[in-house]
């Protein structure tokens, strides 16, 4: 398996408090991302790192900030949570790399533990 | 807006019997395709992937997935299932070589003894 952490790997909090997910890599993956997975919706992308600092939105960001500051971590912050924030979250990782120099990026993804979170 | 449809929601099945799974995607440029497995309360893990070359393609655990360009589809399949195939697959889809995967709602399997 992939060396993909997250911590912490179970939370409960309350409505309106902050809350940071952690994934730390150390497989020296260019990419990381965030996902929550829910009932009938698989898994959806919050926010993606291409590279330190740099950080893009996926289709379900609003509510949802990230950072990168080095290589191996990726910080998913919840300003102020609600309950529909109540998810399971996983990290994941690809190298996002050229294989044969065709131009082409191949990306494999590889997903952490996943963090249980629960906002009452 | 590229999108993944996977049609089958739950499947039960008895031990021995063959299984397919279907996976559709809107896109019709280049793509990367995907199926993920998630066991009861572990991440998710990889069981084969499409770049290019034959269509049939291989995983592990016997599983093996035909990308049908024409038919946009990347059905999974496994002609004897186990009771440990129990799980839940993603089908997922990356277009155009950008970053990222678009992955489907996922299909729970359960297979009885």
């Known amino acids: 398996d992939a060396g993909i952490t997250q911590s912490p790997r179970h939370k409960v909090t309350e409505t309106g408090t902050p809350v940071t997910l952690r994934c730390h890599q150390t497989?020296?993956?260019?990419?990381m991302y965030w996902y929550r997975q829910d009932p009938g919706h698989g898994l959806r992308l919050i926010h993606y790192?291409?590279?330190?600092?740099?950080?893009d939105k996926g289709e379900v960001s609003d509510g949802y900030s990230v950072s990168r500051s080095k290589t191996e971590d990726f910080l998913l912050t919840l300003e102020s949570a609600t309950s529909s924030q109540t998810s399971v979250y996983f990290c994941?990782?690809?190298?996002?790399?050229?294989?044969?120099?065709?131009?082409?990026?191949?990306?494999?993804?590889?997903f952490g533990p996943g963090t249980r979170l629960t906002v009452l | 807006a590229q999108s993944v449809s996977q049609h089958n929601h739950h499947v039960i099945l008895s031990e021995a019997a063959s299984l397919e799974l279907g996976c559709n995607y809107s896109?019709?440029?280049?793509?990367?395709l995907f199926w993920y497995v998630q066991y009861p309360g572990q991440h998710l893990q990889l069981l084969l992937k499409?770049?290019?070359?034959?269509?049939l393609v291989k995983g592990i655990k016997g599983f093996e997935a035909e990308f049908i360009k024409s038919k946009f589809s990347f059905n999974l399949r496994k002609p004897s299932v186990q009771w440990s195939d129990t799980a839940e697959y993603f089908c997922?889809?990356?277009?155009?070589?950008?970053?990222?995967?678009?992955f489907g709602t996922g299909t729970r399997l359960q297979v009885f003894p």
């Open positions: 994941a990782i690809s190298p996002g790399f050229d294989l044969a120099h065709t131009g082409k990026t191949y990306n494999e993804q590889f």
């Open positions: 790192s291409y590279g330190v600092k740099d950080t």
């Open positions: 497989e020296n993956h260019r990419y």
């Open positions: 997922a889809v990356n277009v155009g070589n950008t970053d990222k995967l678009i």
């Open positions: 896109y019709g440029g280049t793509v990367n």
């Open positions: 499409y770049f290019s070359g034959d269509p």
